[in-house]
């Protein structure tokens, strides 16, 4: 079947600690794979993508690599601010449907 | 920017009524989409269109249904709400071209049927 399997939450870290979400998908063919980024209070948000194997997307310090052998696209940031705290998703896209993960929280104390 | 507008933040309704959620987008897209989140669920897609007039069942069409009579907006109907339609429902939109289908979102309404 076709799924995005992402990590359970709550994540809580301190300020500046290295972050990784890990996000695995089951597809056939190759699809488009996103990470989401939901704000409290707002919609969700395009973080990063990649449309190929071995792209690797990356946006405000975020990163993640489409891994096709591993079928994963951890998303990762080196340094996490307060300001991270938020749900991310993890989606792939075949077609023009998304499938969504369920959800990671992340909280950044400081 | 893309902006997708959804008409409320806030509703609360009662138990058989009927409910409309509308959703508008400013950027000229092809697709639309409805989604609900729930805590441990993620999104789950109730319906979705590719064009005016079109509609295709999501996930979880079940005690729902859509209206696209004009390319920018596309309106969720419950027709008989019940409290497990409580839940954040939040509207999509994107573009058929290659390369442009990332989804845009609206911020979300949060409906509570009591």
């Known amino acids: 079947g076709n799924s995005v399997t992402q990590m359970e939450g709550p994540v809580t870290l301190s300020e500046e600690a290295f972050l990784t979400i890990n996000c695995t998908y089951t597809?056939?063919?190759?699809?488009?794979l996103f990470w989401y980024v939901q704000y409290p209070g707002e919609g969700l948000q395009l973080l990063l993508k990649a449309t190929k194997a071995d792209d690797k997307g990356s946006n405000k310090g975020f990163e993640a690599t489409y891994r096709k052998e591993t079928t994963s696209f951890h998303l990762e940031k080196g340094s996490v601010q307060v300001s991270d705290s938020a749900v991310y998703f993890c989606a792939r896209l075949t077609g023009n449907q998304f499938y969504f993960g369920t959800g990671t929280s992340l909280t950044v104390i400081p | 920017d893309v902006k997708v507008t959804q008409s409320s933040r806030y509703l609360v309704k009662r138990t058989g009524e009927k409910v409309f959620l509308e959703c508008v987008q400013d950027m000229d897209h092809e697709n639309m989409f409805w989604y609900r989140q729930d805590p441990g669920l993620g999104l789950r897609l109730i319906y979705f269109s590719y064009d005016v007039k079109m509609k295709e069942k999501g996930d979880i069409p079940e005690g729902y249904s859509v209206s696209r009579e004009k390319k920018e907006r596309f309106s969720l109907i419950l027709e008989s709400a019940s409290t497990n339609q409580t839940s954040m429902y939040l509207c999509a939109s994107s573009s058929s071209g290659l390369g442009k289908n990332i989804q845009y979102f609206g911020a979300g309404t949060r409906l509570s049927v009591l």
């Open positions: 597809a056939t063919g190759y699809p488009s």
